[in-house]
Structure formats: C-alpha cells, structure tokens
C-alpha cells in the first residue's frame, strides 16, 4: 500500500494564502486519480479537489475560485494552493490516492484560519 504524507498545514489569518503538499511513495502516483479531502470537527469528510492522471480538476463549490489542485509527477507530489481563506476552511485536510480499486489515505494535516 502507498504511503502519502502531508504538509504545509498551520494557522493562518483570513484572508490569506496556504500551500499544502503531499508526497507519495510507490510508483503508480503518475496513473492514479489524486484528491484533497478535509474534515471539520463534528462534520463528515468531504471532497475538496481532485486531479485525475490526465490533469483534469474539479473541485468543491465551496472552493472554487480560490483554491487550485496541481501535481508533479517526477516528485510524485500533489499540491493544493488554497487563497482567500476562511474561517470556515478550518479542518484536518486529508490527501488521497486512487487506482482503480486501490485507495490510500494520508495522516492529515491540521488548517486553522482565525477571523
């Protein structure tokens, strides 16, 4: 099973910008759907972003407009570079790989953003 692990999380005001990065180790990152999930305390996971092998994204309204999902394939990298934040982004952001039937999860990274 893959391992992805995490980053970039902190406290931020808002308004202002955060770059998460997750690193994937394996060698079917290039082939794999990638996704950014967040979980707020006392709500269920939801998705955020997702970018499939070919590049395509979507995203969450909520998130739309101010936050971009990106990858890099030599450094089996995703990246979710969120502006304009709020304080209704505060959660546990979560990354995720997807091939085919296979799924991994990372341990989460802690986003705060005060008012």
């Known amino acids: 099973q893959e391992q992805l692990v995490e980053s970039g999380g902190g406290l931020v005001q808002a308004g202002g910008p955060l770059r998460l990065s997750c690193v994937a180790s394996g060698s079917i990152f290039s082939d794999a759907i990638m996704g950014w999930y967040r979980q707020a305390p006392g709500n269920q996971r939801e998705g955020v972003a997702i970018i499939t092998a070919a590049g395509r994204t979507d995203y969450a309204d909520s998130v739309k407009g101010r936050f971009t999902i990106s990858r890099d394939n030599a450094k089996n990298t995703v990246y979710l570079q969120m502006n304009s934040l709020k304080p209704d982004d505060t959660a546990v952001y979560y990354c995720?790989?997807?091939?085919?039937?296979?799924?991994?999860w990372g341990q989460g990274t802690q986003v705060t953003v005060s008012s």
């Open positions: 995720k790989m997807t091939l085919g039937p296979r799924h991994s």
